[in-house]
């Protein structure tokens, strides 16, 4: 007999193939007759304790659940999920047992073909959410499933899968070995399986379809669950991929793919990948599998991870620096000119205070100026708490401390750290008591080589110093306040 024949008729007959489960078969029943009702799907769902949480759960998702409303009957989860859907996630569950009872053939990489198959249904129902596509749930069904075919003939044929593993691992792709030996490839033997478990067309669609790229225009609509597991699958194999340069290649064309196929922009791709990782391994916790079966294969796509967001990061964080630097002259341009039509002392200050809290963006910015004698006082100030201080807290000039120093001194200090340096005596309990914070910084605001008080900016609960830059910019407003005050100062 012909060796593709034969295991045509083994993968329908064998005994050695676990049957779908009794639900399954009473759930698609059921759902054929259209006079049926969600309370008598729910009864039946009702007696699986996991299948009643998993369908729950899915209506109680984000992608259902899109108002405020908790789904707590199964009834009305039928309702929103549809009984698609419901049939979808009940088929997912069913799998998700047959592929586990497969596992024990030694020659094949169980793990590795398990978290591939997660993957891809994963990537799956990540590309489906972001198309819209109908069903969610089936999209994760058939990622999941796509090559059940691999896995059935590594049971049924050991002896010949082993040679199929040896051409693969002298170079050969996956199909042209299987083709070779077994006459036959794992898209058409996963067909013949999913159609022994009378699975939905759709599902024996993406098993028998998912590497035919580009074929002949198909009815789109029919066969776009064939483009999401093709796409799901490139996903995952790159995200396994340990080259780094086959990896940049090959992600390049996965994307090409997901932009013509699915109309899927770059950022979005990157975006699915990215979270893609995080996602499996939920997937992993959801499905009570042991996360330590997975961690050196897991580890591969992390790294990359890792290093990607590390970079992306980078930028995040110099884009965020320039944005403040954008925003730090924009307010001091305002200020320099607001400066022009200022009058007072007072408004010099208040000006300055407010244009440093907006423009550095700190967390408090006080004002410290000799109102009474032998006294530093809070005469002004933005941000938390400070009302409060204003008016009433001040500091005694004989206690010294770091904000009487650069007032006498006219030194600007940044203090790091502030509560490790209270017995040091260069910071007083008393600054502490005003200012709770961990760091801070002073600047003594001068006209005419006289002070006028000392502005102090807070990094609050942070024990970062604060950062050099912001610094000088403080340093910069005053600058620019000492020129008009230097004019006030003499002519009043
Ligand atoms: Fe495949
Ligand atoms: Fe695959």
């Given at each position: 007999m012909d060796i593709k024949l034969k295991i045509k008729t083994m993968v329908e007959t064998t005994r050695d193939i676990p049957a779908m489960p009794q639900i399954w078969i009473k759930i698609r029943e059921m759902t054929q007759h259209l006079n049926i009702s969600a309370t008598m799907i729910a009864n039946e769902i009702l007696k699986d304790q996991g299948m009643t949480s998993r369908i729950l759960k899915a209506a109680n998702s984000a992608t259902y659940a899109g108002y405020n409303q908790k789904i707590a009957t199964v009834t009305n989860a039928i309702v929103l999920l549809g009984f698609n859907e419901v049939r979808n996630i009940i088929?997912?569950?069913?799998?998700?047992?047959?592929?586990?009872?497969?596992?024990?053939?030694?020659?094949?990489n169980f793990k590795e073909f398990w978290l591939h198959s997660l993957a891809t249904g994963v990537a799956a129902r990540m590309l489906a959410e972001h198309?819209?596509?109908?069903?969610?749930?089936?999209?994760?069904?058939?990622?999941?499933?796509?090559?059940?075919?691999?896995?059935?003939?590594?049971?049924?044929?050991?002896?010949?899968?082993?040679?199929?593993?040896?051409?693969?691992?002298?170079?050969?792709?996956?199909?042209?070995?299987?083709?070779e030996v077994f006459h036959a490839d794992h898209q058409v033997i996963g067909q013949w399986l999913a159609e022994r478990w009378h699975l939905p067309d759709v599902l024996i669609r993406a098993c028998s379809l998912h590497h035919r790229d580009g074929m002949e225009k198909r009815q789109k609509s029919r066969f776009r669950i064939v483009?999401?597991?093709?796409?799901?699958?490139?996903?995952?194999?790159?995200?396994?991929?340990?080259?780094?340069s086959d990896r940049n290649q090959n992600a390049h064309q996965c994307q090409t793919k997901a932009l013509s196929l699915l109309t899927i922009s770059k950022d979005n791709w990157s975006r699915i990948v990215r979270n893609?990782?995080?996602?499996?391994?939920?997937?992993?916790?959801?499905?009570?599998?042991?996360?330590?079966?997975?961690?050196?294969?897991?580890?591969?796509?992390?790294?990359?991870?890792?290093?990607?967001?590390?970079?992306?990061?980078?930028?995040?964080?110099?884009?965020?620096?320039?944005n403040e630097r954008v925003q730090e002259l924009s307010v001091l341009n305002d200020f320099s000119a607001a400066l022009l039509a200022v009058e007072t002392l007072e408004q010099v200050q208040n000006l300055l205070l407010e244009s440093i809290y907006k423009g550095i963006a700190f967390n408090r910015?006080?004002?410290?100026?000799?109102?009474?004698?032998?006294?530093?006082?809070?005469?002004?100030?933005?941000?938390?708490?400070?009302?409060?201080?204003?008016?009433?807290?001040?500091?005694?000039?004989?206690?010294?401390?770091?904000?009487?120093?650069?007032?006498?001194?006219q030194k600007v200090t940044n203090v790091l750290n502030a509560a490790s340096?209270?017995?040091?005596?260069?910071?007083?309990?008393?600054?502490?008591?005003?200012l709770r914070c961990a760091s801070f910084a002073c600047v003594p605001l001068t006209a005419n080589e006289k002070t006028l008080g000392v502005i102090v900016v807070d990094n609050h609960i942070s024990s970062d110093p604060v950062p050099d830059q912001r610094l000088s910019a403080v340093v910069t407003f005053c600058n620019q306040a000492s020129l008009v005050l230097k004019r006030l100062v003499k002519s009043s």
């Open positions: 088929v997912g569950l069913a799998v998700f047992n047959m592929l586990e009872k497969l596992k024990s053939n030694k020659r094949f198309v819209q596509y109908k069903n969610i749930e089936e999209a994760f069904v058939a990622g999941l499933l796509h090559d059940v075919g691999k896995l059935v003939v590594s049971q049924l044929m050991p002896k010949e899968y082993d040679e199929v593993m040896l051409r693969i691992e002298n170079g050969m792709d996956d199909l042209s070995a299987e083709n483009d999401i597991v093709s796409i799901a699958n490139d996903m995952a194999h790159l995200i396994f991929s340990s080259d780094k893609l990782a995080e996602n499996v391994r939920k997937e992993i916790d959801e499905y009570n599998l042991s996360e330590s079966d997975f961690e050196s294969l897991l580890t591969t796509f992390e790294d990359d991870d890792q290093e990607t967001h590390q970079t992306e990061k980078l930028y995040q964080e110099m884009n965020h620096e320039l910015v006080l004002f410290f100026t000799p109102e009474k004698k032998g006294f530093l006082v809070v005469s002004a100030g933005f941000g938390a708490d400070v009302s409060k201080l204003i008016g009433n807290t001040s500091l005694e000039i004989e206690k010294k401390g770091v904000i009487v120093n650069c007032f006498f001194e340096h209270l017995f040091s005596e260069v910071i007083a309990q008393q600054e502490l008591n005003i």
